[in-house]
């Protein structure tokens, strides 16, 4: 089993930056797939961005490139989640997730989840 737990959400202006992390316990020697989804109200869940167990390969969706960058410390079991011109439209409870895979995490069939925070982008 993992926990995930998520910190960093709250209320920002447009244009502004938040970042939010995720710390993982449990089966951490695992090297789970990390990632991050929001989901809106009445919106299905989505994914935002994933990341894998050496870092190296970062995967956005393409409506927060060149705006989110998601990075992990395996050695502190953290994975964070850097939002930076973040727009209206972000409004969202963000979730931490693992899986093996990126495909599978994706597929959101099996995942962990943490318990979500709430990001609320507002003039």
């Known amino acids: 089993q993992v926990q995930l737990v998520e910190s960093g959400g709250g209320l920002v202006q447009p244009g502004g930056s938040l970042r939010l992390s995720c710390e993982v316990s449990?089966?951490?020697?695992?090297?789970?797939?990390m990632g991050w989804f929001r989901q809106a109200p009445d919106q299905e869940r989505e994914f935002v961005a994933g990341?894998?167990?050496?870092?190296?390969?970062?995967y956005y969706t393409d409506s927060v490139k060149g705006r989110f960058t998601i990075s992990r410390l395996n050695a502190k079991n953290t994975m964070s989640l850097q939002m930076n011109n973040l727009k209206p439209e972000d409004t969202s409870i963000y979730y931490c997730?693992?899986?093996?895979?990126?495909?599978?995490?994706?597929?959101?069939?099996?995942?962990?989840w943490g318990q979500g925070t709430q990001v609320t982008v507002s003039a």
């Open positions: 997730s693992a899986h093996l895979d990126l495909v599978s995490i994706i597929a959101q069939s099996g995942n962990y």
């Open positions: 449990g089966r951490t020697g695992s090297r789970y797939y």
């Open positions: 990341i894998n167990w050496r870092g190296d390969r970062p």
